[in-house]
Nanobody
């Protein structure tokens, strides 16, 4: 059973930084792409960033390019999202996700499993 557990959410001022972490378990971690999605209040869940199974390839939504960085540690079974220069519009619940197929491309990303979400609130 695949489990994804996010941590690191919280309240931060605009312009500040925050790092989210996702711990995965239940299957081999190093052969699956990983991604982060965000769901702002009252809106649909949207793609933020993804990373290939070996960390060689990353993709970002235009809205976060240059500000967010996705990374993974295959030894620790974790994937992080470093968020810098945060804006009020980054306020959302952030979800960690992974796909169904091993060695699948990280773009376009097809989520199969989700974490419970981590709230990020950016105050202006």
């Amino acid at each position: 059973q695949v489990q994804l557990v996010e941590s690191g959410g919280g309240l931060v001022q605009a312009g500040g930084s925050l790092t989210l972490s996702c711990a995965a378990s239940g299957r081999p971690f190093n052969i699956y792409s990983m991604a982060w999605f965000q769901q702002p209040p009252g809106k649909e869940r949207v793609f933020v960033a993804s990373i290939s199974y070996n960390g060689a390839t990353t993709y970002y939504a235009e809205s976060v390019k240059g500000r967010f960085t996705i990374s993974r540690d295959n030894a620790k079974n974790t994937v992080d999202l470093q968020m810098n220069s945060l804006k009020s519009e980054d306020t959302a619940v952030y979800y960690c996700a992974t796909g169904r197929r091993p060695f699948a491309s990280s773009w376009p990303f097809s989520p199969e499993y989700w974490g419970q979400g981590a709230q990020v609130t950016v105050s202006s």
